[in-house]
């Protein structure tokens, strides 16, 4: 039932930017700590950028000032807007909803993964 869809990824050069959809189904966005990962090849998959019920946001220290994520409740969708992207950004990215109500279940949800390569 609850379903996440990443979009927007694609082949970029390096310098340039994306944005990433994340849109969610069968749950109620604001109820969520809804998260961006990527996981590069031989890599282990990596905390990007979150954003909390209350708003707040964290982003890790390797994209800070390049990396924002959002989210527009009414839309059930969170993004991430990518900036001055680098070769070393190549990833696949995925959505990541962890529940922040006591009441619901204690589990979290991944999407399927969008990829985003960086290459000139």
């Known amino acids: 039932q609850v379903q996440l869809v990443e979009s927007g990824g694609g082949l970029v050069q390096p310098g340039g930017s994306l944005r990433l959809s994340c849109a969610a189904s069968?749950?109620?966005?604001?109820?969520?700590?809804m998260g961006w990962y990527r996981q590069a090849p031989g890599k282990q998959r990596e905390l990007v950028a979150n954003?909390?019920?209350?708003?707040?946001?964290n982003v890790v220290d390797s994209v800070k000032g390049r990396f924002t994520i959002s989210r527009v409740n009414a839309l059930n969708t969170v993004y991430l807007q990518m900036s001055s992207l680098k070769p070393e950004d190549t990833a696949v990215y995925y959505c990541n909803a962890d529940p922040d109500r006591s009441w619901l279940p204690r589990r979290d949800y991944w999407g399927q993964g969008t990829q985003v390569t960086v290459s000139s």
């Open positions: 954003i909390r019920s209350d708003g707040s946001t």
């Open positions: 069968g749950m109620i966005l604001d109820f969520y700590v």
